[in-house]
C-alpha cells in the first residue's frame, strides 16, 4: 500500500495501486486478458519503473514454474 496513488473521490482519499503494481499482479495471474492489459498499459505509460517489476516479478517467478521476467521483457521489447 506505500506505492498506492491517492485519488480524491467525492472528499475521500482512495488508493489505487501504481502502475508498476498492477503489471506485476496481472503478470503473475497470467490469463490472456492481463497479458493484453499489461501491453495497453506498457504502451500507453513509457515511464514506469521497469526496475522495481523485474525485482518483484523475479521474487515471484520462485514461487511459480515460469520466468516471468522473460514474460515481461517479450511484451515490453
Known sequence: ??????????RYPVKYASLEDIIIHKLFAGRPRDIEDVKG???RSPGFDRGYIELWLGELSK???KDLIKEFNSIGS
Open 1 to 10: 500500500m506505500g506505492r498506492a496513488n491517492p485519488v480524491m473521490l467525492d
Open 41 to 43: 498499459i506498457i504502451q
Open 63 to 65: 514461487s511459480i514454474d
